[in-house]
């Protein structure tokens, strides 16, 4: 701590050069933060995923339905605890393509079962229950739209008509929130009876079911079970864990993560290049004060010590600003929210970045570091004159 | 800190050879010199002479070639970079012609620095540092930075940095060589007092013979050998 002046006075010392330093080391950490909240947003799915939860599909493609009697089926296969189908709706607020939004048709009690990270009061879920046209929504949704209970949404939707109109018209009885910061909550969830009732074809068939098992190690078995159960049908299945479910979704846009490490990657060796290249110069114009500080006694582990220091309080300075700033923007809300409904940076991330930060300042530091300890005395100071 | 005769600074036909590509320079050849505790040397010659090399010597800022140089005891061309570092810091101050001061530390930090190395708390820290100050003439001007002060000050604060860990043993390299006569002066009535006054040994490199009119003893170091007698 007695040396923090020394290094304090050391970035001081050619204040613009720290200052565009410091921002670009900004930049760069902000960059990852902003990375980082877009991942796990495309990623969501995947981190959010119960272990013990199976999704069932149609073996041919997510968007072929099955029939709403195989729930019954599936719940007698051995290891099977729950069952809740979702259909996939589709709906568009007030006609407008931009007022998309995830919308599904599902059956409240077993959705609620299914489904603990979805956290609704108890009053809201009764007034559902007694609501056929109710529909609860997130509070991300609700923040986007301004919408508030006892509103009426007129929805339309491209794949599911309703029988004699188009628009079908939910009252919003709840709002749900997430019970963790990166639930998603941007969906809008209305009644299946409802919907099976007044659509215009396709009765009695969903779009997937959710199954809960009784133990996560027994899943690929219940998994098998399943899809053999439903072999050589009209619907045959097929079934996956939810987190491969999810993954597979993603992976369908690209591989989203080596996209952000190629971005990433650049970004620290440009960084590297710039923050390194500022303390070798710094180093390099102060031979004759390292040349002074041994004399005087300061051995070469300290020199080497106090170039290091240096170097990571510039990284540190810098990136946990940057970071800071990510977290800000993260807590501002998705400014894209039909793209990103998840809008989170959560705190591991800030961990990583925080221990890139000194991981920087080493590496950007290391080589001047030695350079100064090597450094001979006689030779440092005859540079004076 | 000296031997049994009062000698502080022994050194024993020292040759120091630096390689300047393929060519070998000699710049010390088996010389010997002796100073005694409370002594104030001049040490004088010519340009490239090898004064501020044997002074180096004798601070622990560089090695002999062969031969002995042992202060206070210590035989410190045996002693290991570490080992020299800490005696360096417990028994030399070094006063250079420029005055190597931190640009970006002010006059107190930059006396401070050498207590750094000490396990003194903060508050004795700062006492010690006041202290030195006030020997240099300097307490008022302890918040200044080394751009604000003239040559003369900067070389008094470079004074007070040498003497704030109190140490026995002051090596001057040109104190006064960058400065104007009056500032020079001032600086050598300050070294003579700190000799006369507060018995420190000071070994002063100079080219300056009225800076050499004030040490109690000079020497003359001419083709890497030492002297009492001006050379012609």
């Not at chain 1, 990510?326 to 961990?351: D, E, K, R």
């Not at chain 2, 100073?35 to 104030?40: L, T």
Request: proline share 5%; glycine share 10%; charged share 20%.
């Amino acid at each position: 701590m007695k040396f923090l002046f020394l290094i304090w006075g050391n970035l001081l010392r050619k204040k613009l050069r720290t200052s565009l330093t410091l921002l670009s080391v900004f930049v760069a950490f902000l960059l990852f933060g902003i990375l980082c909240i877009i991942y796990e947003a495309f990623n969501v799915g995947v981190t959010m995923a119960g272990a013990d939860r199976l999704i069932v599909t149609h073996k041919t493609s997510l968007i072929m339905s099955l029939p709403v009697n195989y729930e019954q089926r599936i719940q007698r296969i051995p290891g099977v605890v729950d069952v809740t189908h979702w259909t996939w709706f589709n709906g568009i607020y007030q006609d407008e393509p931009k007022n998309f939004f995830g919308s599904f048709p599902v059956v409240p009690e077993a959705f609620f079962a299914m489904h603990p990270e979805y956290v609704l009061p108890q009053d809201q879920k009764e007034a559902w229950l007694r609501t056929r046209t109710g529909a609860i929504v997130g509070d991300a949704l609700v923040q986007r739209f301004g919408w508030k209970i006892g509103d009426r949404i007129p929805l339309t939707s491209p794949i599911y008509p309703r029988e004699g109109g188009d628009v079908w018209e939910f009252e919003i009885v709840g709002i749900y929130s997430g019970a963790r910061p990166n639930t998603d909550t941007s969906g809008f969830f209305f009644r299946y009876d409802y919907f099976d009732e007044a659509r215009a074809y396709g009765k009695g068939l969903v779009g997937w079911y959710m199954v809960r098992v009784d133990h996560p190690d027994n899943a690929a078995q219940v998994a098998a079970a399943i899809d053999a159960e439903f072999a050589n049908s009209p619907y045959e299945t097929k079934t996956e864990p939810e987190a491969a479910f999810a993954q597979g979704f993603v992976s369908q846009m690209g591989n989203i993560g080596t996209i952000l490490m190629g971005v990433l990657g650049a970004v620290f060796f440009t960084i590297l290049l710039v923050a390194g290249n500022t303390m070798a110069q710094s180093v390099r114009e102060r031979t004759a004060e390292l040349g002074t500080l041994k004399a005087i006694g300061f051995t070469n582990e300290r020199v080497l010590a106090l170039v290091l220091a240096e170097s990571c309080a510039l990284a540190c300075l810098g990136g946990l600003a940057g970071l800071a700033a990510a977290w800000l923007v993260a807590q501002a809300g998705s400014p894209v929210p039909s793209m990103l409904p998840v809008f989170h940076l959560p705190p591991q991330y800030l961990a990583i970045g925080a221990g890139l930060t000194v991981v920087l300042g080493l590496v950007t530091g290391i080589l001047p570091a030695l350079q100064a300890m090597r450094l001979q005395i006689a030779v440092a100071l005859r540079r004076e004159g | 800190m000296s031997d049994t005769n009062g000698v502080l600074v022994d050194v024993r036909n020292v040759e120091k050879v630096f390689r300047r590509g393929s060519e070998t320079v000699h710049v010390l050849s088996g010389l010997n010199l002796q100073v005694r505790e409370g002594e104030f040397l001049a040490l004088m010659g010519p340009s490239g002479s090898g004064k501020s090399t044997l002074l180096n010597l004798i601070g622990g800022l560089d090695r002999p070639t062969s031969g002995s140089v042992r202060v206070g005891g210590d035989q410190i061309d045996q002693m290991s970079d570490r080992q020299l570092a800490a005696w360096r810091a417990r028994h030399v101050g070094f006063v250079f012609q420029f005055y190597n001061l931190l640009p970006v530390l002010s006059a107190e930090r930059n006396v401070e620095l050498p207590l750094l190395l000490t396990h003194l708390s903060k508050a004795e820290r700062r006492r010690h540092v006041d202290v030195a100050l006030k020997v240099v003439g300097l307490e008022h001007r302890k918040r200044h930075y080394p751009r604000q002060m003239s040559g003369g000050e900067q070389q008094r604060t470079g004074i007070a940095r040498a003497i704030v860990t109190d140490p026995t043993l002051l090596l001057c390299d040109e104190p006064t060589g960058d400065l104007d006569r009056k500032s020079g002066d001032e600086i050598l009535a300050l070294l003579r007092a700190l000799n006369q006054e507060h018995g420190k040994t000071i070994i002063m490199v100079t080219h300056d013979v009225h800076a050499s009119a004030q040490a109690t003893r000079t020497v003359y170091l001419e083709k890497g050998q030492l002297s009492t007698e001006k050379p012609e």
